[in-house]
């Protein structure tokens, strides 16, 4: 297809006009005056000031040949960030050159390098750098040769940008002057020199040598990864010489505005809620996907993306911040297309809501349809067995044992899930409303509540889909819509950074608090420690250079006890002057309200499921059973309670109403550390509470969260408390990373029998019963649902 041609022509043309050109014949043979120690960033930072090195704009795989046949010389280029391997080949044989880099911060940095002869290491000479960016307008730099040896200089030099202060155009133009000092005779200008990049990808250079009245010339051009470019024959200098160079950093392209570009983008469907390490499996961090999206917005050559079957895991919560992203891309005037073999239900919402256009298998299907929540109980079941289940809650509406305890769905269960699907139900609506109303042929509610749609032409002939093809086909689809441009994958390769001193930051510490409550160290990404996350919020408020936190929390909650520490840290630390920012995930509900109260401010999505505060705690008996089994047991205590909770006997009246009162006692600490922290009377917190749940849309009306959004939305409130401009984002997972190789394939095993539907709801299980189990007979502030 013509729109996705690469441009050889063009490529061609390019190389045909800088071979006339070059850029330093013998490194180290003729002055680099087309550059200087304070201000070169490129393939020659070994060589020029090796400190240049430790910033990381350097890093690549270059080649440099002089403009002559057959070629007397060679440079081979071996950098990355921090380190550096030269060979140079030359008719007196090969000179090697190893060099080293390290930095503080963005301000300073430090390198050396060894340079000898054929084999004659112990025989070489030390080369020692600094360079220092003080501001994006100012560098200073200095390179010793020869360091403690005779023939030892030292060149100092300077570089000014004076758009510096400009945002888009700061590093556009740069001014530099070398001076040399031999430490004995003289001190003089060496060179100033001039570097301009006057349309994105093409820097030309000059410079120019006072003592020697020479002059020169140099230009370049990059593609995103590909830099050619060469310099005219410098001072003692027959012939000039090329290069080429592979960098690893993307740069400014010259075909980024004339060949625009089409990112497939192939993350999504690998979307985890918290950055994690785990054998066999793998995934993309929600924060890592949205910092994707801000990249492609801002990257003039992408003129649209495409989504092909990705079929994001995410729940409504993180739907509606990628929703919430993607409309900020195409608000930049660019396209998202999407192409599916069948879309299911949150998928349908995402890509109805920013697709521009969406393509389905002729044998797809679109799963639009409602949300739903399913009971199942236990209760007569295991009373006719001769089990019971003592059911302590504080509440009606905290239901969490009722499919253990009851042999039906309760009215005030019944209830409670009435109106929150009703409002995610209006939520989804409203997003497939927004982007796909025009097109939908019907009332936007009466089609949703008409599906699914199994048959593709139905969901086409209605409007829920643009067109039917095969999935080859879809980028046709796509090139009639955009002509000139071409098709690529997306670069997960970082930018170079053209600052030379970054506007100031604020750094802030995410802590991610994903999984079940439960006192201990938990587990990374599974299971909330109280230790381990107080532990990473203790450790992040005394760091000096930490300014906030951000709390992003997954979780229904488990252990009031672990509940109750992790709350008091986070109190603790906001009453100290570290503002603690809470982002809301999927559920966010029980104990993750709990630890979520005293934030300095709360952020929900309106799909966020919270609230449900209240208690509940339960015990098991089998005495019915052991009789009808005609097994005998037998007890020896000390006191009348001393085995309290054993499944072998029924709990007494006024241990019962111990354990109430041991409930209500723990629901009133509930009470009191929402009314603190949230500014409400404790009645008001009562009105609301009493174990219901609620959507972060309903939480924000009854005012248990401050304000809507996501992880993007987080960082705008921090900002604005913290007085800044721009964050410094460093990700936290407490707790010690899982066994692994023995649980992975176990959940597979577990998984691929058929026991459970996946290993999302294995795990899920599984650490449910690990928190039981560990806090058996312990009140719980516990919330663990499942909505489809």
Request: proline share 5%.
């Amino acid at each position: 297809m013509p729109v996705f041609r690469i441009p050889i022509r063009a490529t061609v043309t390019l190389i045909v006009l800088l071979l006339p050109l070059g850029v330093a014949g013998h490194l180290g043979a003729a002055p680099q005056t087309w550059t200087g120690v304070a201000t070169h960033d490129g393939m020659y930072a070994a060589v020029v000031n090796p400190a240049a090195l430790a910033f990381g704009n350097a890093a690549g795989i270059g080649v440099e040949i002089p403009i002559d046949y057959p070629p007397e010389s060679l440079g081979l280029f071996l950098n990355s960030p921090g380190g550096a391997y030269v060979l140079e080949y030359g008719p007196d044989g090969a000179r090697h050159r190893v060099a080293s880099a390290g930095a503080l911060g963005r301000a300073l940095a430090f390198g050396s390098s060894w340079l000898w002869d054929g084999s004659a290491f112990r025989d070489g000479t030390l080369q020692l750098g600094v360079l220092s960016r003080v501001t994006r307008s100012l560098a200073v730099g200095a390179h010793v040769r020869d360091a403690f040896g005779p023939a030892a200089d030292l060149t100092v030099g300077v570089g000014i940008r004076p758009l510096g202060f400009h945002g888009s155009l700061g590093s556009r133009a740069t001014i530099g002057a070398d001076a040399v000092w031999d430490f004995d005779r003289s001190f003089a200008i060496s060179h100033v020199h001039l570097n301009v990049e006057p349309v994105d990808g093409v820097r030309i250079s000059g410079g120019f040598a006072p003592e020697t009245r020479n002059v020169s010339f140099a230009l370049s051009m990059n593609t995103r990864h590909f830099e050619l470019g060469g310099r005219s024959p410098g001072r003692d200098e027959r012939i000039g010489s090329g290069y080429a160079f592979f960098s690893a950093r993307s740069r400014r392209s010259i075909f980024s505005r004339l060949t625009p570009s089409i990112v497939e983008y192939d993350r999504a469907e690998s979307i985890v809620s918290a950055p994690t390490v785990r054998l066999f499996t793998s995934g993309v961090p929600l924060s890592s996907v949205l910092s994707d999206i801000g990249r492609l917005r801002d990257d003039p050559s992408v003129e649209a993306v495409v989504l092909q079957n990705q079929h994001v895991p995410g729940n409504l919560a993180e739907m509606i911040e990628l929703r919430d992203a993607l409309a900020e891309f195409r608000a930049a005037g660019k396209a998202v297309y999407y192409y599916f073999d069948s879309i299911s239900h949150l998928n349908y919402m995402l890509a109805a809501a920013t697709g521009d256009a969406i393509v389905l298998h002729p044998l797809g299907s679109v799963d639009v349809r409602g949300f739903s929540y399913a009971g199942v109980y236990f209760g007569d079941l295991l009373s006719s067995l001769g089990i019971r289940f003592y059911n302590f809650a504080s509440h009606d509406f905290k239901t969490a044992n009722n499919r253990v305890a009851e042999s039906e769905m309760t009215d005030a269960e019944r209830t409670m899930w009435r109106s929150l699907l009703s409002d995610l139900h209006d939520t989804y609506t409203a997003s497939v409303t927004a982007g796909r109303g025009p097109a939908l042929n019907d009332d936007p509610r009466e089609s949703i509540a008409a599906g699914p749609y199994l048959v593709a032409e139905k969901a086409k002939r209605l409007g829920f889909v643009d067109e039917l093809a095969y999935p080859e086909d879809i980028w046709e689809f796509v090139a009639e819509r955009h002509p000139r441009a071409r098709r690529t994958g997306f670069a997960r390769t970082s930018e170079m950074t053209y600052d030379w001193a970054a506007p100031a930051r604020s750094r802030v510490a995410v802590i991610y608090a994903v999984g079940n409550i439960v006192t201990g160290d938990g587990v990374s990404g599974r299971m909330i420690g109280s230790d381990s996350l107080t532990a990473a919020i203790r450790d992040a408020h005394a760091d000096p250079f930490v300014h906030g936190i951000i709390l992003r929390v997954e979780s229904g909650g488990g252990s009031a006890i672990a509940s109750d520490t992790i709350a008091r840290e986070i109190a603790k630390t906001v009453a100290e002057g570290t503002p603690v920012v809470v982002s809301m995930g999927g559920v966010a509900a029980s104990g993750g309200y709990y630890i979520s109260a005293p934030a300095s401010h709360i952020l929900a999505s309106p799909g966020t499921i919270t609230g449900s505060i209240g208690v509940i705690t339960g015990i098991v008996t089998v005495d019915d059973l052991l009789e009808r089994l005609a097994i005998g047991t037998e007890t020896i205590k000390t006191t009348p309670s001393a085995d309290l909770g054993s499944p072998l006997r029924t709990p007494r009246s006024d241990e019962e109403r111990a354990l109430r009162q041991y409930i209500d006692a723990t629901y009133q600490r509930f009470l009191a550390v929402v009314s603190e922290h949230r500014g409400m009377a404790v009645d008001d917190v009562d009105a609301v509470a009493q174990g219901r749940i609620w959507t972060g849309a309903q939480a924000l009306d009854l005012g248990l969260v401050d304000s809507l959004g996501g992880l993007s939305e987080s960082f705008s409130v921090m900002r604005t408390l913290l007085h800044a401009e721009l964050l410094d984002i460093v990700e936290v997972v407490p707790g010690p990373r899982p066994s692994s190789l023995v649980q992975d394939l176990a959940l597979r095993a577990v998984g691929s029998a058929g026991i459970l539907l996946d290993s999302a709801e294995t795990r899920e299980m599984l650490d449910l019963y690990a928190l039981f189990r560990q806090h058996s007979g312990e009140a719980l502030y516990l919330m663990p649902y499942r909505i489809k």
